[in-house]
């Protein structure tokens, strides 16, 4: 079998034609796959900086309670203010310690 020079030239632009188009399937394919990764770490890195400023500012308003009610000088509030903090902060104890090592447990 002989090929003549239209059939050899056929062969090379037909394998030319398939070389460049798998290299730019390959170049696409690659090209898509950095672009999902880099939304995919884009979408974790501001969902961690969101959950992170989240636990922050709940922690912020955790620690403002529970030192609002370290102020407390008069033992008779004692019981109200413990029950405005447990139900503010959304505690599920609430307990009080002084400088004598008396601690007060509220179940209110």
Do not use: P
């Amino acid at each position: 079998m002989k090929l003549t020079l239209k059939h050899k030239l056929l062969g090379c632009v037909f394998s030319a034609i398939i070389i460049i188009a798998g290299g730019l399937i390959w170049l696409a394919s690659y090209e898509l796959f950095s672009q999902s990764r880099r939304g995919i770490y884009a979408r974790a890195t501001s969902l961690t900086n969101i959950a992170t400023d989240a636990v922050g500012y709940w922690l912020e308003e955790h620690k403002t309670i529970v030192g609002s009610t370290g102020r407390i000088s008069n033992r008779e509030q004692l019981h109200t203010v413990m029950k405005q903090a447990k139900e503010i902060g959304q505690f599920n104890d609430v307990f009080f310690a002084d400088l004598q090592k008396e601690i007060a447990r509220f179940k209110l």
